[in-house]
């Protein structure tokens, strides 16, 4: 099995070497689409290939991956986004799933590591769909957040790459512009674009207008059910922002309709406690969090939320409470996750005195 890589860039100088050296250890072939740089972009791209195309920016990020796909001519397309690392045991793998793929997979899914804790370990992620088999002449649907359904035979790995997106103090206005511009022309959003616009929303601090579409979301009624959950969690956050409270709870249980509690519904509902100052009500769903079940989900997953969140906050409520032994072992079961964490070695001198 033979890989076409194929990327879509503009104006990235700063990551697009530190891409491509490691992926020409896995691709057979690099394709670059470049979308209207300024920079050395183009430059850096020809020192790994020649074949670097040009796209006319229509607003539209599905249409650019599709014309990347459309010049790919090995077995599987793969896309990578120019500021993603791949690490060395991943570039290992990828090469160990060229060797034994099987030929009637379809569509191959690698976690995608969003946001990483002080040791540089994914703390965030998601599971993407990231090789295609060319035959079936996958296409990119959306003009932000792109995807392609998951449809066909799916292969499942555990394969990472990591976005190490630059940190910036201004949030990219590109995303909600695209939705602004679909919205203001009139077009009917699907439940995908509805989801995905209150999150941009939210992340621009937009509460009202965020809040006005995650509530269009769940009452479409036909959202993956991994975006609806996860839903339930972020409205009900926004609630919290603009003083609307007696909509967390029910938002918050509502999760439960669709599948068994997530450890970051356990977690709000402990923080909803936790702001109401009963701590008895708040550390049981903190330590509910702690004893669930690993879970193996598909959509975005927080390690925090099984692991450091649950923990320091279960030790929190108990040194309100006045256990400080109790308090003490959550901390040290925190650190585990976290060991160099300052909340961890606050706490732990704070407990030290009491115990």
Not at 26 to 31: C, G, K, R, V
């Amino acid at each position: 099995m033979k890989i076409s890589l194929c990327l879509i860039v503009k104006n990235e100088e700063k990551f697009l070497s530190r891409c491509l050296e490691s992926a020409v250890k896995f691709a057979d072939e690099i394709i670059v689409v470049d979308t209207g740089s300024m920079d050395k972009t183009k430059e850096i791209a020809e020192k790994f290939t020649d074949k670097i195309f040009d796209f006319e920016w229509i607003n539209d990020f599905s249409a650019a991956r599709n014309f990347a796909f459309s010049k790919a001519t090995m077995d599987y397309q793969m896309w990578l986004d120019a500021d993603d690392v791949i690490p060395e045991k991943s570039i290992n793998e990828i090469n160990e799933l060229k060797k034994k793929l099987s030929d009637d997979v379809e569509i191959v899914t690698m976690k995608y590591g969003l946001s990483f804790d002080e040791n540089n370990n994914p703390t965030f992620h998601s599971t993407r769909e990231r090789l295609f088999k060319k035959s079936k002449n996958y296409q990119w649907i959306e003009p932000v957040h792109e995807c392609i359904p998951l449809v066909g035979n799916i292969y499942y790995t555990d394969i990472e790459i990591w976005h190490k997106k630059e940190v910036s103090e201004v949030v990219s206005t590109r995303n909600i512009e695209i939705y602004r511009a679909l919205e203001e022309s009139g077009k009917e959003f699907s439940a995908r674009q509805l989801y995905y616009y209150a999150r941009e929303l939210k992340d621009h601090h937009e509460t009202v207008k965020a809040i006005t579409f995650f509530e269009k979301f769940l009452a479409s009624g036909s959202g993956w059910i991994e975006d609806v959950i996860a839903c339930c969690q972020e409205l009900a956050i926004e609630y919290k922002k603009n003083g609307t409270e007696e909509k967390i709870l029910p938002t918050l249980l509502k999760s439960f309709e669709y599948d068994i509690p997530r450890p970051e519904i356990c977690c709000e509902l402990g923080y909803y406690y936790k702001d109401k100052q009963d701590y008895n009500q708040a550390l049981k769903w903190f330590d509910l969090a702690t004893r669930l079940p690993q879970f193996h989900s598909v959509g975005f997953v927080s390690s925090d939320y099984t692991g450091y969140i649950p923990n320091i906050e279960a030790c929190v409520c108990l040194s309100f409470l006045g256990e400080y032994k109790k308090a003490n072992e959550y901390n040290e079961i925190a650190a585990l996750s976290r060991p160099n964490c300052p909340s961890v070695r606050q706490n732990r001198d704070y407990l030290r005195e009491l115990i």
